[in-house]
């Protein structure tokens, strides 16, 4: 069975403390393994997508790797606006996708 | 470019009364998903449609939740008879094939 471990399940930073959030996968065929983030009231929203070992993606203060086991969202000076649950899904090559339970972040200014 | 619609936002309905959820996907996305969202948790997925087809519905409760997808297009979730535990959000998502899922606001239905 598909699994997806996200940790820690909630994080408080101070703005400008960066961090790193944590995805560990179990899964048969791994296609891809995608971040969204999500603000209270409103769906997933898109960040990156990651298909092998080694790739890394940017966006602004996010940064995104992918090992054989786990996948990191690093966070770098982090504003209060970052504040909101990070979610991270995986893929398989049979087209079933799994979500992990997120990780709250709050930033405080 | 228009996302993906959903309607009603917000339901409140007694138990054992029946339920509609409406979903119009993003213009050309042949894969239409239903999730529910229990609160503090991720999304588990309910019913996967490729066009018309079933790819996955092996979490979706058979003899209470019904999903079709019209056409290849619109999608709409049926619950009935709802319990309480189904007091969840609702979403509905559309991708292209393999690619990055696009969501909607979602339904918050609340089974008193």
């Known amino acids: 069975e598909d699994q997806v471990t996200q940790s820690p399940e909630a994080l408080r930073l101070q703005e400008g403390e960066s961090s790193s959030l944590n995805c560990s996968y179990t899964?048969?065929?791994?296609?891809?393994l995608f971040w969204y983030r999500q603000d209270p009231g409103k769906g997933p929203e898109f960040l990156f997508t990651?298909?092998?070992a080694g790739e890394e993606k940017e966006k602004e203060r996010l940064k995104a790797t992918l090992t054989k086991k786990e996948s990191f969202l690093h966070i770098t000076a982090p504003k209060p606006e970052d504040s909101a649950t990070y979610l991270c899904?995986?893929?398989?090559?049979?087209?079933?996708?799994?979500f992990g339970d997120g990780t709250t972040l709050t930033v405080k200014p | 470019e228009a996302g993906v619609a959903q309607s009603p936002r917000y339901k409140i309905i007694e138990k054992r009364q029946s339920v509609a959820f409406w979903c119009n996907p993003i213009?050309?996305?042949?894969?239409l998903y239903w999730y529910q969202q229990i609160l503090g948790q991720g999304p588990k997925l309910l019913i996967q449609?490729?066009?018309?087809?079933?790819?996955?519905d092996s979490q979706l409760p058979k003899d209470r939740f019904s999903a079709e997808r019209l056409k290849g297009v619109d999608s709409t979730l049926k619950i009935q008879p709802a319990k309480l535990e189904d007091s969840a959000v609702y979403l509905c998502?559309?991708?292209?094939?393999?690619?990055?899922?696009?969501f909607g606001q979602g339904t918050r239905l609340t089974v008193v």
């Open positions: 213009s050309g996305h042949a894969t």
């Open positions: 449609f490729q066009n018309n087809g079933v790819v996955d």
């Open positions: 899904a995986v893929a398989t090559n049979a087209g079933k996708s799994t």
């Open positions: 899964v048969s065929g791994l296609r891809g």
């Open positions: 998502a559309s991708s292209s094939l393999h690619t990055e899922a696009f």
């Open positions: 990651l298909y092998s």
